[in-house]
């Protein structure tokens, strides 16, 4: 499966004002992330309206011109190096920032859990502009580029891509939106990490479980799962590691698995090389896995 890209000229909901030309909409699948570029080519291009998505946040940016965003009776301007953050839990419409102007936005849709230390809580403003120099510009650029090469990737490539411009969302946020050491709820980020321990323990088999793909899975950033583990004094591959070690040292000890290999025990586990596994099993528990599972399984028959 490939990433999806949708170009669309069609019709869209558009305010009275500016009935005419339809903008030419580029929308880009990254993983969880959704990328769109909206093209105001001619005078009197209408806006785009973002249609509701509970949950999801938006930043939008600039590309070409001046960028309005409308959120029911409120509207902000985006222009030059200025990112907007914008609540979608209602429509956003966005247009040239002059009925007469051709302009060009980047927006950026992603959930708000990828990001949760750095969002507007439930009694702050649904949005905002900031100036966002260097970050924002970088953020765009970066989305453009993803989307250009999006369609030559496969699923799991593109949602790499969303991983990364998730990386870039969250350095833009922490950076122009919210003040040095804010941090998200405590109890969200307590059952943020009982649900990403619980997907560990479930795929330890896959070779390709990393923390990657736990951050996409979740709808994070990787510097956001990062920071959680840390907290707790480790890292996500350093659990993924442990978790698998443990779970081999459990069947090392099962009396019904004794004919089962040791590379296999290795392999369902995601050690993908018998030389990783011994390396790695020795250095945690002091004994090689075939020694390991001998000394034990010998103590408990003589006990």
Request: charged share 25%; with cysteine.
């Amino acid at each position: 499966m490939y990433a999806q890209v949708q170009l669309t000229g069609g019709p869209v909901h558009q305010n009275p004002p500016f009935r005419g030309v339809y903008p030419v909409l580029h929308t880009t699948e990254l993983g969880s992330v959704t990328a769109y570029r909206v093209e105001f080519r001619a005078a009197g291009s209408g806006p785009h309206t973002l249609e509701a998505g509970p949950g999801q946040h938006a930043l939008v940016l600039s590309a070409l011109g001046a960028i309005r965003v409308a959120r029911a009776e409120r509207e902000l301007v985006v222009r030059d190096e200025a990112a907007a953050l914008c609540d979608t839990r209602l429509p956003l419409g966005i247009g040239p920032g002059a009925r007469n102007q051709v302009a060009e936005a980047v927006v950026m849709v992603f959930p708000g859990s990828a990001v949760p230390t750095v969002l507007p809580g439930a009694g702050e403003p649904p949005y905002e502009v900031r100036d966002a120099a260097a970050s924002g510009a970088l953020l765009r650029r970066f989305l453009v580029e993803a989307a250009t090469r999006a369609p030559g990737l496969r699923a799991p490539e593109a949602a790499r891509f969303g991983d990364a411009a998730l990386q870039l969302a969250a350095a833009v946020l922490e950076r122009h939106f919210c003040d040095a050491g804010e941090a998200g709820p405590p109890a969200q980020q307590h059952e943020l990490m009982t649900r990403m321990r619980g997907f560990i323990d479930r795929n330890l088999g896959d070779p390709g479980l990393t923390p990657s793909l736990v951050a996409s899975v979740h709808h994070v950033s990787i510097r956001h799962l990062q920071r959680l583990f840390k907290e707790e004094g480790g890292t996500p591959s350093d659990w993924i590691r442990q978790r698998r070690l443990e779970s081999c040292r459990r069947e090392l000890c099962d009396v019904e698995l004794r004919s089962v290999p040791i590379r296999e025990i290795g392999l369902r586990n995601g050690f993908a090389q018998p030389s990783d596994f011994s390396r790695a099993f020795r250095a945690r528990y002091g004994l090689p896995p075939g020694r390991f599972r001998d000394e034990r399984l010998h103590r408990g028959a003589t006990s």
